[in-house]
């Protein structure tokens, strides 16, 4: 049976990041990527802010998905899990980290980026992964290749990510969807320019539909 996150991502198969500073501009910055169709959301932990934005979105929003990203420590993925992230991305792959979630059932997605990675990720009982950093780990190249051996497992390409390239990541079977930032642009989220905001995650949107 498909989770909530795998339904939403098969409707919209793009993950927008969230890193800031200020809860307000985040819950702001997470609206405007709801009115825009996009709906699972990943807050980065990148500032001691972080969690109390993540937490804002969580109060502040209705209908959305909302992860922690740059998941780093088994105490970060704890502390997130209590404060209700419904979803966990990391950088790279932790088995506590992986084990962790399991165990509360909640989908993670650790990075990865070699044959050896993604293997170990199987053994744990993963069928998503992370790719990451997607432009500089090969690219839709390197998902090729990976796809044609680990038959069963879905790819989330991250980093390096944009408008450009975002359908040629979509248009592998094996991808389940993108995430990156360039949905969220510091310079226009610090502007307060959400509209901005809403219109990149609209096109990234029609960009998935044609891919798909
Ligand atoms: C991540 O945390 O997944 C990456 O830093 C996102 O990369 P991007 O900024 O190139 O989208």
């Not at 009982?125 to 990976?146: I, N, Q």
Request: proline share 5%.
């Amino acid at each position: 049976m498909q989770s909530e996150i795998e339904k939403r991502l098969a409707a919209a198969p793009i993950v927008p990041l969230i890193g800031s500073d200020s809860p307000a501009e985040a819950v702001e910055t997470a609206k405007a990527l709801q009115a825009g169709g996009l709906t699972v959301i990943e807050v980065v932990l990148r500032s001691d802010a972080a969690q109390a934005c993540m937490e804002a979105i969580l109060a502040e929003t209705d209908g959305l998905i909302v992860g922690a990203g740059t998941v780093l420590t088994i105490d970060q993925a704890k502390s997130v899990l209590d404060a209700g992230a419904q979803f966990i991305v990391c950088p790279g792959l932790v088995d506590e980290i992986v084990t962790h979630c399991f165990a509360e059932g909640v989908p993670v997605y650790p990075g990865t980026m070699t044959a050896g990675e993604v293997q170990r990720a199987y053994a744990l009982g993963l069928r998503a992964v992370k790719f990451f950093p997607a432009s500089l780990a090969g690219g839709v190249p390197m998902l090729k290749a990976l796809g044609s051996v680990f038959g069963e497992m879905r790819f989330m390409p991250t980093g390096g990510v944009s408008a450009q390239n975002l359908g040629e990541f979509l248009g592998l079977p094996s991808v389940i969807a993108c995430g990156g930032s360039w949905l969220t642009p510091k310079d226009a989220v610090a502007a307060g320019d959400y509209s901005q905001v809403t219109q990149l995650a609209r096109e990234a949107v029609a960009i998935a539909q044609a891919a798909r």
